[in-house]
């Protein structure tokens, strides 16, 4: 193993130790302690903050929020970061916007000219629309980061009539259709429920849970899969015109098969949780005439309803 090998696998084991002895960094890495202590002056003027320890049992430690050690990317490697942080930006927000930026110009700086062009050409080639909903996150990025804590939280969330106020842990967020949510497991009813991050009016960030506690919430994977595994679905079938077809967007139906009835039109298949039917709906009502939604029944009567009340806001 030459110098430099040596040196950044040495930077690795003490980010990873936080504290340690010279001994034992010269028996892992088999050379003296001399040469220990020669990597580690090289390491401090490299700006790793590594200090001695005073007292008992002696050593070193180093300070929280250290530098890492340079690592080499690929040139496919750079642009995928690059593309990344292209996509993210399209969130409008995240829980890292900032850090997002600077990661990139960081990178930006430091590769070569001809591959700097080729990297700020993908913004002017790339582009990920979502709907922008205008709405306030100012808490994403802290009720993202007590998710990953486990720290209990205490929020007024805005409803219908008034601001009700909980104390959960977040599990974790997630983005839909330009909004942004959270899941939180009640300690006290032992329950999750999904919260819209921009609907949190106030935020405490309490403490973190014990180690026996967080065992027993789930994951937002977790969670994601056990509710996955539990939906009812509900299967709707319709007919729409190939030229109607072309402009469905919704997920849940383009999901399903689609059975060619004619030249002109197609016979629709899919399944969906029975909770997305409320929302399925204006979207079958968008296609007007050029569709016919033929089961089930709730489906038919709620379309037929709506329509309905539709017509009597036009009567005269």
Not at 205 to 217: M, P, R
Request: glycine share 4%.
């Amino acid at each position: 193993m030459d110098k430099s090998e040596r040196i950044i696998r040495m930077w690795l084991s003490i980010l990873n130790r936080r504290s340690f002895i010279v001994s034992d960094l010269a028996k892992e890495f088999e050379v003296s302690t001399r040469t220990v202590h020669r990597d580690l002056d090289y390491l401090s003027e490299l700006g790793v903050p590594i200090y001695s320890n005073v007292g008992k049992g002696g050593g070193f430690k180093l300070l929280n929020n250290t530098l890492t050690p340079p690592i080499a990317f690929s040139e496919n490697e750079i642009l995928s970061i690059v593309y990344a942080s292209t996509m993210l930006k399209s969130l409008g927000t995240s829980p890292y916007d900032i850090e997002i930026n600077y990661v990139r110009e960081k990178l930006l700086f430091q590769i070569p000219t001809s591959l700097r062009e080729k990297s700020n050409a993908i913004d002017q080639h790339l582009e990920y629309v979502l709907p922008s909903k205008n709405t306030d996150l100012k808490f994403l990025k802290e009720i993202f980061q007590a998710s990953l804590e486990k720290n209990e939280l205490e929020l007024d969330y805005s409803k219908e009539e008034s601001n009700v106020k909980y104390r959960l842990i977040s599990i974790g967020i997630y983005s839909y259709n330009g909004f942004w949510y959270f899941v939180g497991f009640l300690l006290k009813s032992q329950i999750y429920k999904i919260y819209r991050i921009d609907r949190v009016c106030n935020l405490k960030i309490l403490d973190k849970l014990t180690n026996e506690k967080i065992k027993e919430i789930k994951t937002l994977k977790e969670w994601m899969k056990l509710l996955d595994e539990k939906k009812e679905e509900v299967t709707i079938q319709f007919k729409v015109s190939k030229n109607a077809y072309r402009s469905i967007t919704d997920h849940w139906i383009l999901q399903g098969t689609k059975n060619i009835v004619s030249e002109t039109e197609y016979l629709i298949d899919f399944s969906c949780p029975h909770s997305q039917v409320k929302f399925i709906v204006p979207q079958l009502l968008q296609l007007g005439g050029e569709a016919k939604v033929l089961e089930p029944k709730e489906v038919r009567d709620q379309i037929i309803d709506t329509i309905n009340k539709m017509r009597i806001q036009y009567e005269v």
